[in-house]
């Protein structure tokens, strides 16, 4: 099946810096989406984007089909986009089954 | 608003109880998933379903069971409960075959 990973495993940041996410598939892809769990478990939508680039506030997200790969880039970061940042794709010609990376776990100190 | 909920929130069972977890939405979406969340293992694929009376078996579906009676609901059972099962459970619902997925808040099991 479809391999997705996601780097780094781990990020501290001081508020105010800014982030780039990576996330790395190995087929080609139907779906791909950006998701936030923060401290309390909560799976958040961040992006439906299977191509381009999309943007919303603080956060934008560019996939680049061909090269398999997505970034997620997060801007003059908060203490609240603290938590788990996960990608997860739909192969191409398969069974419409997503797979998920394993996450970027992010820790945002004031 | 449309939503998609879990019930329970939290549970606590005993090794061999049967144990069945609810989720119900309210998008009228035909495609609804179970995943389970553990350290270690991210999110990993339980069932899923495509619509009424469709259910497929997913990545680690020994020792669990859905059914697909209605639109809005997939409910997952235990059939007997081992502490192997103990984890987060998460419902999600799509409103197309590798469409935008939408998660329900999450149900807390643990089996002692």
């Known amino acids: 099946g479809i391999q997705v990973e996601q780097s780094p495993p781990d990020l501290i940041l001081q508020e105010g810096a800014n982030s780039t996410l990576r996330c790395n598939f190995s087929?080609?892809?139907?779906?791909l989406q950006w998701f936030h769990q923060n401290p309390w478990g909560q799976l958040i939508n961040l992006f439906y984007?299977?191509?381009g680039t999309k943007q919303n506030g603080r956060l934008s997200a560019t996939t680049v089909a061909t090269e398999r790969y997505s970034l997620l880039y997060i801007s003059s970061s908060q203490t609240t986009d603290s938590g788990v940042y996960f990608c997860?794709?739909?192969?191409?010609?398969?069974?419409?089954?997503?797979?998920f990376g394993r996450g970027t776990s992010l820790i945002v100190h004031p | 608003d449309a939503e998609i909920t879990q019930s329970p929130r939290h549970k606590i069972t005993e090794t061999g109880r049967q144990v069945t977890l609810a989720c119900h939405q309210t998008w009228n979406h035909n495609n609804m998933f179970w995943y389970r969340q553990d350290l270690g293992h991210g999110l990993r694929l339980i069932h899923y379903s495509y619509g009424v009376q469709d259910t497929n078996k997913g990545e680690v579906s020994d020792g669990y069971s859905v059914s697909r009676s209605n639109t809005e609901d997939l409910p997952l059972t235990l059939e007997s409960a081992a502490s192997s099962q103990t984890s987060v459970y998460f419902c999600?619902?799509?409103?197309?075959?590798?469409?935008?997925?939408?998660f329900g808040p999450g149900t807390r099991l643990t089996v002692l």
């Open positions: 997860a794709v739909v192969a191409s010609g398969g069974s419409y089954i997503p797979t």
């Open positions: 984007i299977p191509s």
């Open positions: 087929d080609s892809v139907n779906n």
């Open positions: 999600a619902s799509s409103e197309y075959l590798a469409g935008e997925q939408f």
